[in-house]
């Protein structure tokens, strides 16, 4: 097959590689996001891939390692440009790992110029003289500071940034950005001639993440969220089209699977038991000794015959309240674990009973469901809501449509949305 692939993207997270495929595809890329490294060259005649790593806080010399298999396989595959996508909030401690990746990148394709900014404003992620916003506060103010892996203290990302790396430092600001693409290539080449090696980038909205894209064109190595995405495609000479989010067509039967906690999800189960659809909740003390298989066994011979006259739930969403007092009973981890793999292994029953349309909320549940479905890629789909596309991963046996909904993502009908987009 003729190769076609011209960006390479390496993403340090599962949903936040589709967060930067959905973008991709509607800026006019037609994008396959890989769960790995895979072993095998590309089989799909796309624009982009996107090579999902789980790599965000696991030790950086881990995260070097697969970052760099990553480069090695998307530039065996023709990748002219390679974009590292992190969280928009830049989670990464002064270790890592967002610096040394950065570095190792950088060595390896023997660049000594790249940019950082995990600016997306439609997400409420702005960048103001180099300090990072989240809403209308700064990060640190903004609960980052409290996250249990990787607190964020301070929202200054050159300082930020410069604690994780040995190259230099240096600010691309709002100014230069607004005065588009000749000034931003004028100010790359002076940081360059200060032996500035990263330059992180003001922007506060769209247009400036537009102004930026043609003034990153020749640089091997792009760093941002997911924001970035959205300047570069037109850089190809590609635009926005519907073929660009073209899955085949959906088949088979519907379902939606549920292990998201977060107030929107909540809504959403909520909605959707009130349109009238069938629910069926799982109690995670009720997989408590070795029960699973049995509780699966239940859950499968409930929907089974519901299926064929439309989209059931299973759902272990809970308010606060009761997922506290489950954590209680049997710890934080232990229900968790308990939860995905039941809620897993639903999924590989549901489909197969049929289910070829499967909603999935939850991060970790979405991990989770990916695995128990041997699914290795993803065909990036239409949005159903910012972040969130419908997905197809082929088989042999005709393939699955599958969307990932992380917690919070998502109008109080998605579930039932979201199966109307596939119409
Ligand atoms: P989100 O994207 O909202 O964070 P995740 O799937 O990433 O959702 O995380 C939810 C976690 O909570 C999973 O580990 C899941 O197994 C667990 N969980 C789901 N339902 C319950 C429940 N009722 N009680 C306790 N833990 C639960």
Redesign the pocket.
Known sequence: MTKTLKLGCIADDF?GATDLANNLVRSGMRVVQTIGVPAAPLAADVDAVVVALKSRTIPTAEAIAQSLEALKWLQAQGATQIYFKYCSTFDSTPEGNIGPVTEALMDALGTDFTIATPAFPDNGRTVFKGYLFAGNVLLNESGMQNHPLTPMTDANLVRVMQAQTKRKVGLIDYKTVGLGEAAIRERIATLRAEGVGVGVVDATSNEDLHRMGPALKSLPLLTAGSGVAIGLPANFGLKPSLQASQLPAARGLQAVVS????VA?NGQVAHFKATGRPAMAI??ASLMHGQTDAVVQQVLAWAGPLLQNGPVLVY???EPD??KA??AQ?GVAE??????HA?ASVARGLVDLGVQQLVV??????G?CVQALNIAQLQIGPQIDPGVPWCHAPSPTGGVHITLK???FGTEDFFSKAFGVLK
């Open positions: 949903t292990g998201s906690c977060s999800t109690n995670p272990s969403t809970a009761a997922v489950v954590q049997l229900a968790g674990a308990l939860v995905e809620l909320a939850g991060g970790e549940t979405s989770a992380s917690g919070n």
